[in-house]
Every structure is written in C-alpha cells, then in structure tokens.
C-alpha cells in the first residue's frame, strides 16, 4: 500500500470498553488483531472489546462486543478500571476506555466463535508479557490486572466508572 493510500486510512476515535478475559488457570483470552492499516495496532495481541455507540451505556457495550466478536456472553462482569485519554493538545476530544474482568472456563472456551481477528488464544501472563506484541494501553490494564497484588500506593478509590 502507498504511503499516500496510508495517509488517507482515518483512525476512529471514541470511548471503548474491553473485557480482560481469564481462565480458571489464570491464563488471558487475546484476540490477535487483524492485520488491516485501518484499525488501531494491527497484527498486535490485544483484549476483546471496542467502541461504545452513541448513548450506549459501556457494560451494554461490553456484551454487544463480546457477542459480535466471539460469540460470549458472560456470566460475571467486574469493573476493573478506567483510562481517560486527553487528546486535547493534538485537537480531538478526550475519550475513555474501561476495562472489566471475565471469568471463563474452558468449556465456555470451546464454544467460542471467532468472528473478529485473526486468531483467539489463552496465554499465560509470563507470555503475555515476554513473548506477544501488544496493543499498547491493552498491555497497560493487563500488566495491572497480573501485578495487582504486587502494586503498593495511594490514589483515588472511587470505582464508578
């Protein structure tokens, strides 16, 4: 592809939710992204999930995703946490993606229908970590959700999204 045909592929920019997604052994479900120039992080490992529509509310947006995408429709959802992405100084507005967790099994697992991506797989998160090439703010949320116990600080502890 040109680098000219490149430059006029738009991003889309919007709130999005996503579903960090553990088995009962504590390996991560990831969708392996579709290798197309107009997606965010192409052929990069990331969390299932995506872009909110107008008025919809994010857990809504969370169900209708996994649906689309795999076929899941989760028994347990906790919040686990919210980005908020300030794109002001580059001109576009300030949007938000929020993460929550999914308890599955390995049987929920084999019901599974990929319909987004090029591949579905579980890993664990020493792999996650050391071997995949991840979606940069899926890598963030991820490395918190594995280090969780490990991580000491104060801050806000208001859980509404």
């Given at each position: 592809?040109?680098?000219?045909?490149?430059?006029?592929?738009?991003?889309?920019?919007?709130?999005?939710?996503?579903?960090?997604?553990?088995?009962?052994?504590?390996?991560?479900?990831?969708?392996?992204?579709?290798n197309v120039?107009?997606?965010?992080?192409?052929?990069?490992?990331?969390?299932?999930g995506?872009?909110?529509?107008?008025?919809?509310?994010?857990?809504?947006?969370?169900?209708?995703?996994?649906?689309?995408?795999?076929?899941?429709?989760?028994?347990?959802?906790s919040y686990?946490?919210?980005?908020?992405?300030?794109?002001?100084?580059?001109?576009l507005?300030?949007?938000?993606?929020?993460?929550?967790?999914?308890?599955?099994?390995?049987?929920?697992?084999?019901?599974?229908?990929?319909?987004e991506?090029?591949?579905?797989e579980?890993?664990?998160?020493?792999?996650?970590?050391?071997?995949?090439?991840?979606?940069?703010?899926d890598?963030?949320?991820?490395?918190?959700?594995?280090?969780k116990d490990?991580?000491?600080?104060?801050?806000?502890?208001d859980?509404n999204p």
């Amino acid at each position: 592809m040109s680098k000219q045909r490149l430059k006029s592929l738009r991003l889309s920019v919007g709130n999005a939710v996503a579903g960090i997604i553990q088995l009962e052994d504590g390996r991560y479900l990831l969708q392996h992204r579709d290798n197309v120039p107009h997606i965010w992080y192409p052929d990069c490992w990331g969390c299932f999930g995506g872009a909110a529509q107008e008025a919809e509310a994010p857990l809504d947006t969370l169900r209708r995703e996994l649906f689309e995408e795999l076929e899941l429709v989760p028994e347990q959802v906790s919040y686990f946490s919210r980005f908020d992405f300030d794109l002001d100084p580059i001109g576009l507005k300030s949007y938000y993606r929020i993460y929550y967790t999914i308890l599955i099994t390995e049987v929920q697992v084999s019901r599974l229908v990929l319909h987004e991506g090029q591949k579905v797989e579980a890993f664990a998160g020493k792999v996650v970590f050391e071997q995949l090439a991840l979606v940069p703010y899926d890598a963030f949320a991820l490395f918190l959700h594995f280090s969780k116990d490990r991580i000491d600080g104060e801050g806000i502890t208001d859980k509404n999204p």
